[in-house]
């Protein structure tokens, strides 16, 4: 998600730091920031939007002889993309940059204020500032102090900090958040990703969860997670900038299919609690006198508030029904001021989704965007916005943002289920426990790939692709049956699996190639009979099912069975990767297909 760009030696520091960041760019952001340390003085700049501001800003900056640096680019989960809450983050003498999330940061802080500690940003970093400060005051040396700090925290991170308390060291520590160390003589690079760092720098060390330490002029001193020093044994940095780009992977939209276990974690981070499901960025009472739910969006983004609408009526009893935007605006709807108005985009930009938006305002009903970008005109004209935390997603085929739509939405239903009492407490520990399990089951096997790749050869032709499910998963075969057509320019719809025998089974012969989600924990002896009519006409079939099915032509055995959302997102997965290697094998650009654009900003 954001970037981190660190250097220690005699060189012009901003320019390194900025070049560095430029070439995360990509990554997306939308405020940025550096500090130096040199003569023993401390200087920063942040400003909000594109590289240029901070540029501008810092134009009359230099920084060369000995120091160290620390730079970075946010994409803002925790608090608004505005100047205070860009990095560094600073205390009376120190600078933090972090990537991640900091989950016990609301102790943290209270624990801190309670000690005279006054905050400026709204953001979960600056706890990390503070707290070294603290343990400096308390008279811990410098390092250990960066030790103590980063015992108290939970969460995910990769961090760099500087202080006027070790001029030209920069301490650094990592957990879940990428972080290497690149080395070029006596100078000392840090990143979040190669790309920052190649051509500058020729070996470096990818640190692994748990380990710290800190880095001055020649030396690096590194540290395992049960404290023991560490030896640091380099390999050679990569030499092609576009591949470090896609982390080695073929195009992002694979990336992006691979990443969707890790940014699950992020989006589930800090409000998935023992006791229930919390939205901080929600206002008190912002639910209450809401009688219903009409979610409006498009093409991907409304596939998710499809299969939101199945959960949010189930489980939290709430009316909800789910819209097409552009459909919406020109129907004049009835629109009563109890029901809560959910929009849903990745980009917060599509032009049909923001104009419903106004409209329903205008209606005067309260409005909530589940939104990748904050910032964005939706989250801007939204009442209240809770943020996907996928981050920037590049491909044009849209993968980890529609899974954190889902899981927001599976939030939201729990959340609501829990303020109006549906849910009996049983169920909202059987509901809280998949949700963390959800990140196993969006995790890519070696294995699942390369049976997909090979059985995709199979899959090239034919007069279309039916993918088919109920409940749930008939959201899901839409979503399939989009990717696919996306990327392929094959022609694929999804359908609801008991619906095929009024019309569409006429199409039904060896050429009709059926997807069909057959989950254990939904409607399977349902799905099966649907299934079994089609087969009858001889139409090829692929199962994709923890159960196996031997009227199947071909077969995908899922594994997570416990819980029909993990058999969503493993079911997910799997169709993802199935349109990806067909599209890959017909030739096509998987990131960039003909005729699409990631934001539709027209109507
Ligand atoms: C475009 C993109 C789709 C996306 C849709 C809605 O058509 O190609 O991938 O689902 O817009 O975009 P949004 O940013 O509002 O989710």
């Known amino acids: 998600m954001c970037g981190i760009v660190g250097y220690i030696g005699p060189k012009e520091k901003k320019s390194i730091l900025l070049d560095g960041l430029q070439e995360l760019e990509y990554r997306g952001y939308d405020s940025a920031g550096f500090a130096v340390i040199s003569g023993g003085k401390l200087s920063h700049f942040k400003a909000v ?84 400060e603290q343990k400096i005051r308390e008279g811990l040396e410098p390092f250990e102090a960066f030790r103590a700090t980063i015992g108290r925290l939970e969460g995910a991170y990769a961090i760099l900090l500087i202080s006027e308390a070790a001029p030209e060291t920069i301490f650094f520590a990592k957990n879940g958040s990428p972080l290497l160390i690149a080395l070029d003589g006596e100078e000392i690079y840090f990143a979040s990703s190669d790309t920052a760092v190649i051509g500058k720098a020729q070996e470096a060390y990818y640190l692994e969860d748990g380990e710290y330490g800190y880095a001055r002029p020649g030396e690096v001193r590194l540290y395992r997670p049960d404290d023991e020093p560490k030896a640091l044994t380099t390999i050679p940095l990569p030499s092609d900038k576009a591949m470090a780009q896609k982390d080695g992977y073929r195009f992002f939209m694979e990336k992006e299919i691979y990443e969707q276990s890790t940014v699950i974690g992020d989006t589930i981070l800090g409000r998935v609690l023992d006791e229930g499901i919390e939205f901080e960025e929600l206002p008190d009472g912002f639910f209450d006198g809401i009688a219903s739910i009409t979610i409006c969006a498009c093409g991907t983004s409304y596939h998710a508030g499809l299969t939101g609408a199945y959960l949010l009526e189930r489980m939290a009893r709430i009316p909800c029904r789910v819209e097409i935007a ?54 801007r004209e939204s009442d209240a916005a809770i943020l996907t935390r996928a981050g920037i997603e590049k491909g044009v085929a849209s993968t980890k943002a529609f899974a954190t739509q889902v899981m927001v939405l599976w939030m939201l239903t729990l959340h609501l289920g829990q303020k ?30 390369e049976r997909i790749h090979r059985l995709s050869k199979r899959y090239l032709h034919g007069h279309g692709f039916f993918f088919i499910g109920r409940d749930l998963f008939f959201p899901l075969a839409l979503e399939g049956a989009l990717k696919l057509k996306e990327i392929s320019y094959l022609h694929a719809e999804g359908y609801p699996a008991g619906e095929m025998k009024h019309g569409p089974i006429a199409l039904a012969d060896a050429e009709l190639f059926t997807i069909a989600l057959m989950p254990r924990t939904l409607l399977y002896d349902k799905i099966k009979s649907n299934v079994e009519e089609l087969s009858a006409r001889d139409a090829t079939i692929l199962a994709i099912s923890p159960e196996e099915f031997e009227l199947a ?51």
Request: with cysteine; hydrophobic share 40%.
């Open 420 to 449: 109006r009492g549906t849910l009996e407490s049983a169920t909202i520990r059987r509901e809280i426990d998949a949700m963390r399990r959800s990140p196993s089951a969006l995790l890519v096997e070696e294995k699942l790939h």
């Open 49 to 132: 939007g594109k590289l240029a501001n901070l540029r501008k800003k810092a134009a009359d900056f230099t920084s060369e002889g000995p120091g160290a640096a620390i730079g970075h680019t946010r994409w803002a989960t925790h608090g608004k993309p505005t100047e205070l809450n860009a990095h560094p983050h600073m205390g009376a003498f120190s600078y933090v940059v972090h990537n991640g999330i900091i989950e016990n940061y609301r102790p943290l802080k209270e624990e801190l204020e309670a000690q005279g500690v006054r905050f400026l940003s709204q953001t979960d970093t600056e706890v990390i500032v503070h707290l070294f």
């Open 326 to 379: 552009s459909e919406f605006r020109y129907k004049e709807p009835l629109l009563s001021p109890d029901t809560l108005f959910v929009t849903i985009s990745q980009s917060g930009e599509t032009a049909d989704t923001l104009e419903a938006l106004k409209m329903a305002k205008r209606a005067g009903l309260r409005s909530l965007t589940i939104c990748n970008v904050d910032n964005s005109s939706i989250v």
């Open 553 to 603: 032509d071909d077969f995908i055995r899922t594994k997570h069975a416990e819980h029909p959302m993990l058999e969503f997102f493993e079911m997910m997965v799997v169709t993802q990767l199935l349109a990806m290697e067909i599209a890959i094998r017909l030739g096509n650009d998987v990131d960039m297909p003909r005729n699409l654009a990631k934001s539709v900003t027209v109507e």
